[in-house]
């Protein structure tokens, strides 16, 4: 094995280290200062600003291209998924219905074509 003093990957892995406890003692001190969070304020609020902005824009543009935006096509879904749940039961109240006995009473579960052949006339009535 080679020294540790000779090692260029072991000098390589101490720099490293020290750096990056350099980097995190100077971090730490700088976000513990009351300039740091105002300035963290500040840009957190200019983001949400910009951001609501943006969508602002966005749904405008939308609305120009005759396009539905996002909102509306979440509550688009929403209302779609309650159909179809409305469906689902309504099929399910359906199927119920005919599994009971007094629905075979009232006619036939599928309906017969209907019967166009006639019977064949009596011989007498022939000339």
Known sequence: MADKGNDPF?????MLGEMEKGFNAFANKAMTSPEFSKTMNQAGGATAGAQKQFFEMMEKYLVGMNMPSRAQMVDMAARL??????????????????????AQATGPATPRPPRTKRPPESSGAQK
């Open 81 to 102: 998924q309650s159909i179809e749940a409305q469906l689902a039961e309504i099929k399910a109240l359906l199927v119920q219905g005919r599994g009971s006995p007094g």
């Open 10 to 14: 072991a000098v390589w892995q101490t």
